[in-house]
């Protein structure tokens, strides 16, 4: 069992930069590779990025590469997501997730995932 629990979310202007922190409870964290999502109103929740296990390998949905950078800190059983150039089609909640491992899915299908934050808020002002 994975507990997960976001924050660090928050309003910002256009163009600003705002640093997501995703606390995980219990020992296996580090055998778990950790996905961001993210929700807008009205819309579909939606792929932001993974990080593997280790840390070393990341990926990105086309709409945030080269602005968000996703990192982790196993032995503080924490991950990160940097998020730079904000534009106001960034606001949504942000969810942190730990991948299940034997899902057999797309690293950016969200049914790949099987724990989950209760997300925090970010809102970019135009």
């Known amino acids: 069992q994975v507990q997960l629990v976001e924050s660090g979310g928050g309003l910002v202007q256009t163009g600003g930069s705002l640093r997501l922190s995703c606390a995980a409870s219990g020992r296996t964290f580090s055998s778990y590779a950790m996905g961001w999502f993210r929700q807008a109103p009205g819309k579909e929740r939606e792929f932001v990025g993974r990080v593997s296990s280790s840390g070393i390998s990341t990926r990105y949905a086309d709409s945030v590469k080269g602005r968000f950078t996703i990192s982790r800190d196993n032995a503080k059983n924490t991950v990160y997501l940097q998020m730079n150039s904000l534009k106001p089609e960034d606001t949504a909640v942000y969810y942190c997730?730990?991948?299940?491992?034997?899902?057999?899915?797309?690293?950016?299908?969200?049914?790949?995932?099987?724990?989950w934050g209760q997300g925090t808020q970010v809102t970019v002002s135009s």
């Open positions: 997730a730990a991948a299940d491992p034997y899902s057999g899915r797309a690293y950016s299908d969200e049914r790949g995932y099987n724990y």
